[in-house]
């Protein structure tokens, strides 16, 4: 209980220097509730609709990646967010891109936002990672087809610790990646693996 208390005040601290970082371009940065737990969310960015409420996967991706998270652990939107931590690659709403649609952070404004998941990581010490997109994944994995990485765990040395990654598509209503095979099926996989997992058990017995 110490560890935990202790936990979420550094939590709080890290997000309070959040609240002041706001590279050029960007909107203000959207935090989760300082949760404690062993179950690490990391997603793109915040889109529009997050930064006006001022709350990650708040709308329609959001709606998708909870009804995943439904399936694969059979707790509901609140539960979830209750148990699980939710961080992203830019914590700040980078704009729209030219052609339409979010703009993707580059790589010299990722590195700009990385020290927050670093601290993250030295505070929380997750036992699994599930990094949710390709922007996501790459920062965890390494760049690779989401072929090769959905529906399978690793354990690989994240930033100095030790961790298991399960991969997640985006779900954005306009990815069709999961829609058809083999995405399809490989997300099926990926959602059973969460389910199974210990970590994830206990992060939702933790928060009832």
């Given at each position: 209980?110490e560890?935990?208390?202790?936990?979420?005040?550094?939590?709080r601290?890290?997000?309070?220097?959040l609240a002041?970082?706001?590279?050029?371009?960007?909107g203000?940065?959207?935090?989760?509730?300082?949760?404690?737990?062993?179950?690490?969310?990391?997603?793109?960015a915040?889109?529009?609709?997050?930064?006006k409420?001022?709350?990650?996967?708040?709308?329609t991706?959001?709606?998708?990646?909870?009804?995943?998270?439904?399936?694969?652990?059979?707790?509901?939107?609140a539960?979830?967010?209750?148990?699980?931590?939710?961080?992203?690659?830019a914590?700040?709403f980078?704009?729209?891109?030219?052609?339409?649609?979010?703009?993707?952070?580059?790589?010299?404004?990722?590195?700009?936002?990385?020290?927050?998941?670093v601290?993250?990581?030295d505070?929380l010490?997750?036992?699994?990672?599930?990094?949710i997109?390709?922007?996501?994944?790459?920062?965890?994995?390494?760049?690779?087809?989401?072929?090769e990485?959905?529906?399978r765990?690793?354990?690989?040395?994240?930033h100095?610790?030790?961790?298991e990654?399960?991969?997640?598509?985006?779900p954005s209503?306009?990815?069709?990646?999961?829609?058809v095979?083999?995405?399809?099926?490989?997300?099926a996989?990926?959602?059973?693996l969460?389910g199974?997992?210990?970590?994830?058990?206990?992060?939702l017995?933790?928060a009832r």
């Amino acid at each position: 209980m110490e560890r935990a208390l202790k936990a979420e005040a550094a939590l709080r601290a890290l997000h309070r220097k959040l609240a002041d970082f706001r590279p050029r371009g960007y909107g203000p940065a959207v935090t989760p509730p300082p949760v404690v737990s062993g179950v690490f969310l990391l997603g793109q960015a915040p889109g529009p609709h997050e930064a006006k409420l001022g709350r990650p996967f708040a709308w329609t991706a959001g709606k998708t990646l909870f009804r995943w998270l439904e399936q694969a652990t059979g707790s509901g939107e609140a539960a979830v967010r209750d148990a699980f931590y939710i961080s992203a690659v830019a914590r700040g709403f980078p704009g729209k891109a030219k052609g339409g649609g979010d703009r993707v952070p580059t790589p010299a404004e990722i590195e700009r936002w990385r020290p927050f998941i670093v601290g993250e990581l030295d505070i929380l010490r997750p036992r699994l990672v599930v990094p949710i997109g390709r922007l996501a994944i790459g920062e965890v994995l390494g760049a690779r087809p989401l072929a090769e990485v959905i529906g399978r765990a690793f354990e690989v040395t994240w930033h100095g610790h030790a961790v298991e990654v399960i991969p997640l598509p985006h779900p954005s209503g306009a990815s069709t990646w999961f829609k058809v095979e083999p995405g399809r099926t490989l997300l099926a996989e990926a959602l059973q693996l969460l389910g199974r997992h210990p970590e994830v058990r206990r992060a939702l017995q933790g928060a009832r």
